[in-house]
T-cell receptor
Framework: DQQVKQNSPSLSVQEGRISILNCDYT??????FLWYKKYPAEGPTFLIS?????DKNEDGRFTVFLNKSAKHLSLHIVPSQPGDSAVYFC?????????????FGKGTTLSVSS | DTEVTQTPKHLVMGMTNKKSLKCEQH?????MYWYKQKAKKPPELMFV???????INESVPSRFSPECPNSSLLNLHLHALQPEDSALYLC????????????FGPGTRLTVT
């Protein structure tokens, strides 16, 4: 049973526009959520995280929104750039502690066209 | 030094070979992880070391043997692997002040022939 779900396998956006990547989760006890970006044959690159007690976190072009009542989070990328084209993974850290396995979604492939 | 490094980048080995993967970080992180990732799938946790002690072993076959010689180094010893073990092997570590975050290395692409 998937605890972290990314229901859109792919997303296409034009350069300069907003990219919105979505993620749903089932366990209301998750402590932290994270977004990673991954290019083929490379390790995931950490982008941004959010605590379950917050509803928004922003870092440059990346903003993550958390809606706890809906068990939903989203990553906004503004403006989108061709270099943002990659697979984006949503992940949950259940306990917020070191040594805890991240629970990943299946990923969404973002394509940004110029 | 703000990164996790992994060697080798690529490895091809036969089913009777013994090889090792190496991971290194010099950021003072005390938790280190091995993940396995197959194509078009999310990473799957294999092992966790916390303060140089194995804290999680996710029912990984014994042909994979982890080792943490010191707080900066993590090895994964491989022996008698199967072709289905071919995958990207990722190492990660967590900072002490933000333990919920994990930072990944570039991975080792392993092919078992």
């Amino acid at each position: 049973d998937q605890q972290v779900k990314q229901n859109s396998p792919s997303l296409s956006v034009q350069e300069g526009r907003i990219s919105i990547l979505n993620c749903d989760y089932t366990n209301s006890m998750f402590d932290y959520f994270l977004w990673y970006k991954k290019y083929p044959a490379e390790g995931p690159t950490f982008l941004i995280s959010i605590s379950s007690i917050k509803d928004k976190n922003e870092d440059g072009r990346f903003t993550v929104f958390l809606n706890k009542s809906a068990k939903h989070l989203s990553l906004h990328i503004v403006p989108s750039q061709p270099g943002d084209s990659a697979v984006y993974f949503c992940a949950a850290n259940p306990w917020g502690q070191a040594g805890t396995a991240l629970i990943f979604g299946k990923g969404t492939t973002l394509s940004v066209s110029s | 030094d703000t990164e996790v490094t992994q060697t080798p980048k690529h490895l091809v080995m036969g089913m009777t070979n013994k090889k090792s993967l190496k991971c290194e970080q010099h950021m003072g992180h005390r938790a280190m992880y091995w993940y396995k990732q197959k194509a078009k799938k999310p990473p799957e946790l294999m092992f966790v070391y916390s303060y140089e002690k194995l804290s999680i072993n996710e029912s990984v076959p014994s042909r994979f043997s982890p080792e943490c010689p010191n707080s900066s180094l993590l090895n994964l010893h491989l022996h008698a692997l199967q072709p289905e073990d071919s995958a990207l092997y990722l190492c990660a570590s967590s900072p002490r002040d933000r333990e919920y975050e994990q930072y990944f290395g570039p991975g080792t692409r392993l092919t078992v022939t």
